[in-house]
């Protein structure tokens, strides 16, 4: 959505965790099913860093935008009310999950007499009053539009406010940016961008990229210049391959001999089922990698029930399907299936050679092949959501199922992907890119694989970590720190800049005060390690210092 504030506007606010084995999926898949188990023409890696790596930034935006849920693995702690799939999370959710309804209770018990592990979905919308926010009213109609009391997480009534109140912010309405400038050094300069139908240049120190996957690949491809003559950052070839249209649709339909009364709520506030998503279970001889996760949603907007199937029960027009259109509209539900989805090398981003915008630029150019993987796990997926269907009490089912691939997804990522080589992929792990290092790129474009879940809370983790890490890893900017959890504390990792030594380090665990100072100058390095022996005995000190100091 083209506003301030973004597609977070009319999103639903499912505020998903990617699970710890979307980060490794390359390595994890081979220790376990052998190498033959990567699907074939996937052009898949491992993430730059882990699940842990991510960790303190899902918390931190989770209590920063507002997330209700119930955690279901408290720094080991299983807790069956929760998701028991996911990785460990240090603190339990700021607010407990949306309200509970007759049709969440029913469906959850079912799920749980199908022998699965149901919980509530975490979304970003209030329970409780926050942050001078109302609690949700659950009258609905926020998915794909606003919600008018501010209960649901928009960064237009979250982190822009809060980022202008700091003054640090100025934002320029109705600009549109055409190019990014660099200069013959493969620097980046500045953006150009239109607005009231005059021209205009914004230099700039460094370019954070953030437009959606599709303008981020589009922008790249279009600022061309002698240093880039491919589009920027574009010297290896990679910007808009390993792009994923996320594999996600309602295969199952059920209809149900009794009314399910979904006419209130919101749309995030249903019921999960994670017990055939990622590697939660053994993949051996099945011919696919990954799964779905099942989420049965709460909200039925009217005109949407009168689409309910016919289950071959009536004609699909005249009386009889009006008569069963009016007994059952209230009726049926279905469970949205998302599907762990992987790049491949028959599937990319790239500007259309002959359609083009008002401004005559050209658009971007969705390329897709055929994928086994994604619908065998859907598949899959689509048996055990049957099996609860049916333990809830349907009394027919119909399956819809989708092989030729996802229709146009709200969730793309790929196209500027993150990785360790120029090679393979377009940013680092902070987001910055390989060839113009003071550009970066926030958004779903630096996925490397999509997870079995909608994917904003792990954007929006990636952009705090970009933001914190990125400018203390880029010392020439100025002062910057990073936060890291290390044996189970938060360590800060602080650095600046003086006059007699060329840099210096301090590494602060919160709690006991400065614990290590490190400098470093042109003659050599002189540390001092005031610490308690073993304290930070195998730190990641040598890798971090080499990363940050030595370019
Ligand atoms: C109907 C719908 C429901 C969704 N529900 C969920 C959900 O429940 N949970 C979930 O996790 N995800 C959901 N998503 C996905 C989610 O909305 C996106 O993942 C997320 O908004 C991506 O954030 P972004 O900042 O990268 O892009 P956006 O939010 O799209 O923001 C891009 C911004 O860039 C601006 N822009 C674009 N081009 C230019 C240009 N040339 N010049 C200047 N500005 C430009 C736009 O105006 C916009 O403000 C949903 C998406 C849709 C469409
Ligand atoms: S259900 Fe109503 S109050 Fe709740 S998030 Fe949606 S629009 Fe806002």
Redesign the pocket.
């Known amino acids: 959505m083209n506003a301030v504030g973004g597609t977070s506007i009319h999103y639903y606010?499912n505020s998903w965790r990617f699970q710890p084995w979307d980060f490794k999926v390359r390595s994890e898949t081979i220790r376990r099913y052998g190498a033959s188990a990567i699907p074939q023409g996937s052009t898949v890696e491992d993430w730059p860093f882990s699940y842990d790596d991510l960790e303190p930034y899902y918390d931190t935006v989770e209590y920063e935008i507002g997330v209700s849920g119930k955690a279901g693995n408290l720094q080991g702690k299983i807790d069956p009310q929760g998701n028991v799939f996911e990785g460990s999370r240090r603190r339990e959710y700021p607010m407990p999950p949306?309200r509970e309804t007759e049709f969440i209770d029913m469906i959850r018990g079912a799920a749980r007499k199908a022998g699965f592990h149901p919980h509530r979905s975490p979304a970003a919308?209030?329970s409780q009053p926050r942050d001078g926010r109302?609690?949700?009213?659950?009258?609905?109609?926020?998915?794909t539009?606003?919600?008018?009391?501010?209960?649901?997480n928009s960064t237009a009534v979250t982190t822009i406010p809060a980022a202008q109140k700091t003054k640090n912010l100025t934002i320029f309405e109705r600009a549109h940016a055409t190019r990014i400038i660099s200069d013959d050094n493969g620097k980046t300069t500045g953006v150009q961008y239109i607005k009231d139908g005059q021209e205009f240049f914004q230099p700039a120190k460094v370019v954070l990229l953030a437009s959606y996957t599709y303008e981020n690949v589009r922008m790249l491809l279009l600022s061309k210049s002698k240093a880039y003559p491919n589009g920027l950052a574009n010297n290896h070839g990679q910007v808009g391959k390993h792009y994923i249209g996320h594999w996600a649709n309602r295969e199952v339909t059920a209809l149900f001999p009794f009314d399910l009364n979904l006419w209130y709520?919101?749309?995030?506030?249903g019921v999960v089922v994670n017990d055939w998503a990622d590697d939660s279970f053994d993949h051996s001889g099945l011919g696919f990698i990954g799964g779905a996760s099942l989420t049965v949603n709460h909200?039925l907007h009217p005109i949407a029930a009168s689409t309910v199937p016919t289950f071959g029960r009536v004609p699909q027009w005249g009386g009889e399907w009006k008569k069963f259109v009016n007994q059952n509209a209230g009726r049926w539900a279905s469970a949205y299936a998302q599907v762990n989805s992987l790049p491949y090398e028959n599937t990319w981003l790239d500007l259309d050679p002959e359609v083009k915008d008002k401004l005559g630029d050209p658009v971007c150019r969705i390329t897709s092949g055929p994928k086994q993987n994604e619908p065998r796990a859907s598949a899959h997926a689509a048996k055990k959501t049957e099996e609860w269907f049916r333990a809830a009490g349907a009394i027919d089912v119909v399956h819809v199922p989708n092989m030729i691939g996802p229709s146009l997804s709200t969730h793309a990522v790929g196209g500027t992907r993150m990785g360790t080589k120029a090679e393979s992929s377009v940013v680092d792990q902070w987001g910055f890119t390989h060839e113009s290092p003071n550009l970066g790129i926030l958004g779903g474009s630096v996925l490397v694989t999509h997870g079995a879940r909608n994917p904003t809370l792990t954007i929006q983790a990636l952009a705090w970590r970009a933001a914190v890490g990125g400018n203390g890893q880029r010392l020439p900017y100025g002062l910057g720190w990073f936060v890291q959890s290390y044996n189970g504390e938060t360590v800060v990792w602080q650095f600046g800049v003086s006059d007699n030594v060329s840099s210096s380090l301090m590494v602060t665990v919160p709690g006991r005060g400065l614990t290590m100072v490190l400098l470093a100058n042109s003659d050599g390095l002189n540390r001092s390690f005031p610490l308690a022996a073993g304290d930070l005995a195998a730190s990641p000190f040598g890798r971090l210092f080499l990363g940050t100091f030595v370019r």
Not at 145 to 152: P, Q, S, T
Not at 265 to 269: L, M, R, S, W
């Open positions: 606010a949306l919308i209030n109302s609690p949700c009213a659950y009258h609905g109609y926020c998915d539009g606003g919600c008018h009391v501010k209960a649901k709520g919101a749309n995030a506030q909200e």
